[in-house]
């Protein structure tokens, strides 16, 4: 039997039936069902409190502990084989556990923000939704690294890793269910939109970018370290700087990499967060590498660079991945930095260039460079003024472009190509659905006549033709017509400008709140 729980006003309580209903949806699908059930109710009757609020506060700590648990089971299981690829995955699980951890404990503390509002002016894409859709996809890219191994470990780890997926889907169905009910008191003069705000600005953006805001100067940061090949800087190698880098920065920390050809592979943890890199340039400054899966590597450890840590800026660089087409997935650039931010940089790569991991990106005037899935992933991504070029596949090959990885509706990830130009080669298709609801859209952008006129390709058979989500809008171009194109269900020719507009800046990646601090110039709309 249910708990029964008292209103409290402030919690914003609707009633006990919603509250067990929520309760009863906390716990739905999961593997120990009635084990569930005990464990939230216990966790309510402990805080005294029956309300949406804090039912969600509720399951997200029982997610938490599902995690921690997880984590300790692989942990074990770490030195039960001598595969190196094997072991490799182990490691990407922990760091990608590690990840939701973060994302669930961000969320936990972010519960205060959740405000009342009503469906017209609701944001889907705040951070509790854009982090707990992050924390979903950590456990379906741990799994995946045990692709060419013999399954063993995976077969071990997948039950719970499953487990903690129920748990973070069920907490995005209560999240829908509750998004338009009073859980904070109302708002005041010192709040925006859910946001604390300090001198006038979301409390994340830091006092250094705030003050460069209100002086009209947003180039003007200085400089902290200069990295350069000759020995005329602080440091030579990247991977130096970054590590003598502050971590959990307040604020911005700008390293500036001189011209030069940087051979290394670089790794941003999350701990480095509020990071910038600025090169002399597309093809001036430029980090290259080789990994790539067939030298045993996961994908999620092939990038030229993966940066993690919250707030990563790019500006004027080039990542490249050498590895060629022959040796399948090799990562230039992996990102699972939330409000990060690339301005006029070059992705160069084959297959997977650009792995969009997750979270809230944005890719502003870049160059992006491959032939199969090269952006891929299940971030949140918006790219404006970007060209998008396409490189010879291998035989019998064909070159998609995005292979995005949503994989349930109430996540808000998704890929947003706006204003930008496909400059396609070979013939080339805009996208194929890597999960069941993935989800991409092209507005106001150019197509080469080699984009084929169904412009979309099937991943295998009928497979999530139904569930995704793909469409057109207002693009142009030879290779743009929409006469051939598919008669998916899911596919989309978009012919409102109130339905592109929710793929903009402004509401897709919620841009407003965070990009003006960048100093990178971006479209908030459809338009200029």
Same mark, same amino acid.
């Given at each position: 039997?249910?708990?029964?729980?008292?209103?409290?006003? /402030?919690?914003?309580?609707?009633?006990?039936?919603?509250? !067990?209903?929520?309760?009863? !949806?906390?716990?739905?699908?999961?593997?120990?069902?009635?084990?569930?059930?005990?464990?939230?109710?216990?966790?309510?009757?402990?805080?005294?409190?029956?309300?949406?609020?804090?039912?969600?506060?509720?399951?997200?700590?029982?997610?938490?502990? !599902?995690?921690?648990?997880?984590?300790?089971?692989?942990?074990?299981?770490?030195?039960?084989?001598?595969?190196?690829?094997?072991?490799?995955?182990?490691?990407?699980?922990?760091?990608?556990?590690?990840?939701?951890?973060?994302?669930?404990?961000?969320?936990?503390?972010?519960?205060?923000?959740?405000?009342?509002? =009503?469906?017209?002016?609701?944001?889907?894409?705040?951070?509790?939704?854009?982090?707990?859709?992050?924390?979903?996809? =950590?456990?379906?890219?741990?799994?995946?690294?045990? *692709?060419?191994?013999?399954?063993?470990?995976?077969?071990?780890?997948?039950?719970?890793?499953?487990?903690?997926?129920?748990?973070?889907? =069920?907490?995005?169905?209560?999240?829908?269910?509750?998004?338009?009910?009073?859980?904070?008191?109302?708002?005041?003069?010192? /709040?925006?939109?859910? *946001?604390?705000?300090?001198?006038?600005?979301?409390?994340?953006?830091?006092?250094?970018?705030?003050?460069?805001?209100?002086?009209?100067?947003?180039?003007?940061?200085?400089?902290?370290?200069?990295?350069?090949?000759?020995?005329?800087?602080?440091?030579?190698?990247?991977?130096?700087?970054?590590?003598?880098?502050?971590?959990?920065?307040?604020?911005?920390?700008?390293?500036?990499?001189? +011209?030069?050809?940087?051979?290394?592979?670089?790794?941003?943890?999350?701990?480095?967060?509020?990071?910038?890199?600025?090169?002399?340039?597309?093809?001036?400054?430029?980090?290259?590498?080789?990994?790539?899966?067939?030298?045993?590597?996961?994908?999620?450890?092939?990038?030229?660079?993966?940066?993690?840590?919250?707030?990563?800026?790019?500006?004027?660089?080039?990542?490249?991945?050498?590895?060629?087409? *022959?040796?399948?997935?090799?990562?230039?650039?992996?990102?699972?930095?939330?409000?990060?931010?690339?301005?006029?940089?070059?992705?160069?790569?084959?297959?997977?260039?650009?792995?969009?991991?997750?979270?809230?990106?944005?890719?502003?005037?870049?160059?992006?460079?491959?032939?199969?899935?090269?952006?891929?992933?299940?971030?949140?991504?918006?790219?404006?003024?970007?060209?998008?070029?396409?490189?010879?596949?291998?035989?019998?090959?064909?070159?998609?472009?995005?292979?995005?990885?949503? +994989?349930?509706?109430?996540?808000?990830?998704?890929?947003?190509? /706006?204003?930008? *130009?496909?400059?396609?080669?070979?013939?080339?298709?805009?996208?194929?659905?890597?999960?069941?609801?993935?989800?991409?859209?092209?507005?106001?952008?150019?197509?080469?006549? /080699?984009? !084929?006129?169904?412009?979309?390709?099937?991943?295998?058979?009928?497979?999530?033709?139904?569930?995704?989500?793909?469409?057109?809008?207002?693009?142009?171009?030879?290779?743009?017509?929409?006469?051939?194109?598919?008669?998916?269900?899911?596919?989309?020719?978009?012919?409102?400008?109130?339905?592109?507009?929710?793929?903009?800046?402004?509401?897709?990646?919620?841009?407003?709140?965070?990009?003006?601090?960048?100093?990178?110039?971006?479209?908030?709309?459809?338009?200029?």
């Amino acid at each position: 039997m249910l708990p029964s729980f008292h209103a409290n006003p /402030q919690e914003g309580n609707l009633g006990n039936g919603f509250i !067990q209903d929520l309760i009863i !949806q906390a716990c739905a699908n999961t593997t120990n069902h009635q084990s569930c059930l005990s464990n939230l109710q216990a966790e309510l009757v402990h805080t005294g409190k029956g309300s949406p609020n804090s039912v969600l506060r509720a399951g997200i700590s029982a997610t938490l502990t !599902q995690v921690n648990r997880a984590i300790s089971m692989i942990t074990k299981v770490s030195t039960l084989s001598v595969d190196p690829r094997e072991q490799m995955a182990v490691e990407d699980c922990k760091e990608l556990l590690d990840f939701s951890v973060s994302e669930l404990s961000w969320s936990l503390s972010d519960m205060r923000n959740i405000r009342s509002t =009503n469906p017209s002016s609701h944001n889907p894409q705040g951070n509790f939704k854009a982090w707990l859709s992050a924390a979903l996809t =950590n456990q379906d890219t741990c799994l995946e690294g045990f *692709e060419g191994t013999n399954g063993h470990i995976r077969d071990y780890m997948e039950g719970s890793l499953q487990q903690v997926s129920q748990l973070i889907s =069920n907490l995005l169905v209560m999240y829908h269910k509750m998004h338009s009910i009073p859980l904070t008191p109302p708002r005041d003069e010192t /709040q925006e939109n859910g *946001e604390e705000l300090v001198s006038g600005f979301p409390k994340w953006v830091t006092e250094e970018d705030r003050e460069l805001l209100l002086a009209a100067r947003p180039h003007s940061r200085r400089i902290d370290v200069v990295v350069a090949l000759d020995g005329s800087g602080h440091y030579r190698s990247i991977t130096e700087a970054v590590m003598e880098a502050p971590n959990y920065s307040g604020r911005r920390y700008v390293i500036h990499v001189r +011209k030069g050809v940087y051979r290394e592979n670089l790794d941003l943890k999350k701990k480095k967060t509020n990071i910038s890199l600025l090169g002399d340039g597309i093809g001036a400054t430029v980090i290259t590498g080789a990994r790539n899966f067939m030298q045993g590597y996961t994908t999620f450890r092939t990038p030229t660079i993966a940066v993690s840590g919250r707030g990563f800026i790019a500006k004027d660089m080039t990542f490249r991945n050498t590895a060629g087409p *022959e040796n399948h997935q090799a990562v230039a650039l992996r990102v699972d930095s939330d409000l990060s931010a690339f301005y006029r940089c070059s992705m160069e790569g084959y297959q997977d260039t650009l792995y969009s991991h997750s979270l809230r990106q944005f890719y502003r005037e870049c160059n992006i460079y491959g032939t199969i899935d090269f952006i891929f992933g299940n971030g949140q991504a918006v790219f404006q003024e970007c060209k998008i070029f396409t490189r010879k596949p291998l035989p019998l090959q064909k070159v998609t472009i995005t292979a995005q990885g949503r +994989k349930d509706p109430h996540q808000s990830t998704g890929f947003s190509i /706006q204003h930008s *130009e496909v400059l396609a080669t070979y013939p080339t298709y805009l996208g194929r659905p890597w999960k069941l609801y993935s989800r991409t859209v092209y507005m106001n952008t150019f197509m080469s006549y /080699q984009v !084929q006129p169904r412009g979309w390709l099937e991943w295998l058979g009928n497979f999530a033709l139904d569930t995704l989500y793909y469409g057109e809008y207002n693009n142009y171009g030879p290779g743009a017509g929409l006469g051939g194109r598919v008669r998916w269900p899911g596919f989309h020719i978009i012919k409102d400008a109130a339905t592109a507009s929710f793929f903009t800046v402004e509401r897709f990646i919620d841009g407003l709140r965070w990009l003006p601090s960048t100093g990178i110039t971006f479209t908030l709309g459809l338009t200029e």
